[in-house]
């Protein structure tokens, strides 16, 4: 029952959090930083369009920081959560040597088919290899890959089509021309299906009918794909061999093992967000299609080897951890005190804090005096209380040794219309922002 409860929280400690950083809102709607934070703005920009990592900022937003920061060639900057690579692409075009962290190893194949260096050889190849991809033969013996729903996502013969087309990419001898062809088929893989991706999961697609999803139409498409990524080759070859550029398939939280300490002059990311958001949920058929997962069992090792940001497939330990943060305590003490749509929500947003501090440890340790990390990061809610992340981790980031230079508002988030009512009163909190943190 909710009757006993008392808000403290929201009243007391969001209110004197957000005064003790400098928070900007923005001055107007049209703001720069609203479209910034979306991957939406790229789709016209080359190598970026070749995938639209829904999750991802625009790489104008990366920029941005590395002009702010007076960045120079040659140097460090790294990612602890690359997603399709955006951070890492950006320093490659800005010169300067960067490294990634990436725990999905679909969006870590995105991050280094983007932006690994390429030759006038591999453009020749490529034309070839597609051109013969035109008259591929039928294939008697083909994997079906073991997701239990995969004969409802796809149109028999369009799946039969993908996964030919798939046996002939595993012919292709030279390695970075099949990856481009490959990244090409799983970027329409959403549009070749009857589903379409919808907040945490899969959503039949009501719109259109099914039928228009057969082979012809997947044909049709990843062959624009492929247009799309033989017309943006030059633009990539152009930028290669100049930095080093490196995507590493392991947690952020082994990231000094993989980076000399105070080396890092900027580190820029967006983590998961705590908002139950499971990557391997949303990803599942491009992980499954793809063969980076080829049972459940390894779906669910990499289910616990993401942040812990949502509910599936991990065992969510209750201790706090974070002596340093004590509203963070306040905060899972009431949530545990309201009755919530999920009972374990407490826990998860407590978990998610001790990795969020961990991998901020990891990050302060790797980074040059005076060098910079930057997080667009967004709040959330649970039964009308906020979860300030952006506040949170500022916090915590003093804590540390950080100067919590400004907090941007970037954009307002939307809510479910019940979670909306719950906090109207505090609806300046359900944003995205940006935090840029400087180490003294
Ligand atoms: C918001 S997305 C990053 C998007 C990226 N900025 C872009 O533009 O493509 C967050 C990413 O963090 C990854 N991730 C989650 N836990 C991780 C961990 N412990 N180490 C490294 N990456 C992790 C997720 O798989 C997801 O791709």
């Not at 007076?70 to 140097?75: M, R, S």
């Not at 799946?159 to 990419?169: D, P, R």
Request: hydrophobic content about 35%; proline content about 2%.
């Amino acid at each position: 029952m909710n009757v006993l409860y008392m808000p403290n929280f929201n009243d007391k400690f969001l209110v004197t959090l957000e005064k003790e950083f400098k928070v900007d809102y923005p001055k107007t709607n049209s703001t720069t930083y609203k479209s910034l934070v979306n991957y939406a703005s790229d789709l016209n920009l080359p190598i970026q369009r070749w995938y639209r990592y829904k999750e991802g900022y625009s790489i104008k937003l990366v920029d941005k920081i590395l002009t702010k920061y007076n960045v120079k060639d040659g140097d460090l900057i790294v990612d602890p959560f690359c997603g399709s690579g955006s951070t890492l692409l950006q320093a490659k075009i800005n010169k300067c040597n960067s490294i990634g962290f990436e725990i999905n190893p679909f969006s870590a194949f995105l991050a280094k088919v983007k932006t690994q260096d390429y030759k006038k050889q591999d453009m020749i190849s490529f034309y070839e290899n597609v051109s013969e991809l035109h008259n591929i033969k039928k294939k008697q013996n083909i994997d079906i890959p073991k997701l239990s729903t995969i004969e409802q996502l796809f149109k028999k013969d369009a799946l039969f089509y993908l996964l030919t087309i798939k046996e002939e990419i595993k012919q292709i001898k030279n390695k970075r021309v099949a990856d481009l062809i490959m990244l090409a088929w799983l970027g329409i893989l959403e549009e070749s299906s009857n589903y379409r991706k919808a907040g945490n999961g899969l959503k039949i697609r009501k719109t259109i009918k099914k039928t228009i999803r057969d082979k012809e139409y997947v044909k049709k498409i990843f062959f624009n794909a492929l247009k799309k990524i033989g017309e943006d080759l030059e633009f990539a070859i152009n930028i290669s061999n100049q930095v080093s550029t490196s995507v590493i398939e392991d947690t952020c939280f082994n990231l000094n093992k993989y980076t000399k300490k105070n080396s890092v002059k900027g580190v820029i990311f967006s983590p998961p967000y705590a908002n139950c958001f499971d990557y391997t949920e949303i990803y599942k058929v491009e992980l499954w299609m793809g063969s980076f997962v080829k049972e459940y069992s390894d779906l669910k090792i990499l289910r616990k080897r993401g942040i812990r940001s949502h509910l599936n497939g991990y065992e969510i330990e209750s201790k706090i951890a974070v002596k340093s943060v004590p509203e963070l305590g306040t905060l899972v003490t009431e949530l545990s005190q309201k009755e919530l749509w999920d009972k374990r929500i407490p826990k998860m947003v407590e978990a998610y804090f001790n990795d969020m501090f961990h991998s901020l440890t990891e990050i302060y340790q790797a980074l040059k005096k005076k060098g910079f990390c930057v997080i667009i990061v967004s709040n959330s809610a649970y039964g009308g209380i906020v979860v300030p992340t952006d506040l949170l981790l500022a916090k915590f980031a003093k804590h540390l040794g950080f100067n919590v230079s400004s907090i941007n508002v970037a954009r307002n988030i939307i809510t479910s219309s019940q979670q909306y009512e719950e906090t109207k009163k505090y609806g300046k909190y359900l944003r995205e922002s940006i935090i840029y943190l400087e180490k003294k």
